[in-house]
């Protein structure tokens, strides 16, 4: 179906992402943190359908991560995740960048129906 990254420092949520993902049919790659999540992104010359990253990580967070791809790839759609309320507020300066932001925890059906949504957004044209 699509081709996804997704970048989460916690291995166990990253793996249960990743899992749910691939069971719906989808192709994915994942990044321990944000800046090999922007290694990954780089590498793929920004072919991925959807990067579906945790705001809150080590080295590189996914707000950077988030702008830092959108000035290299600027039509790339972008999902950020997060169970902070302070992560999803800093994350409102990125309208234009993100589809969505999912507040952690979530379920399986929801991860699978908020990116279902994201991949059916339409391209971001660049600004």
């Known amino acids: 179906m699509a081709k996804l990254l997704i970048v989460e420092d916690d291995e166990s949520v990253r793996m249960f992402v990743s899992r749910a993902l691939q069971r719906a049919g989808h192709q994915i790659d ?73 507040q952690k925890p979530f379920t399986l059906a929801e991860i699978r129906s908020r990116v279902d949504a994201a991949l059916s957004c339409p391209v971001r044209t660049a600004a």
């Open 30 to 102: 994942v990044a321990a943190d944000g800046a090999q999540g922007l290694e990954f992104i780089d590498a793929a010359q920004g072919c991925y359908d959807l990067v579906v990253s945790d705001i809150r990580m080590p080295e590189m967070d996914g707000i950077e991560m988030a702008k830092a791809a959108a000035s290299l790839f600027p039509t790339m759609k972008i999902m950020l995740m997060t169970g902070y309320a302070e992560q999803r507020e800093r994350a409102e300066e990125l309208n234009g960048i993100i589809l969505d932001v999912v």
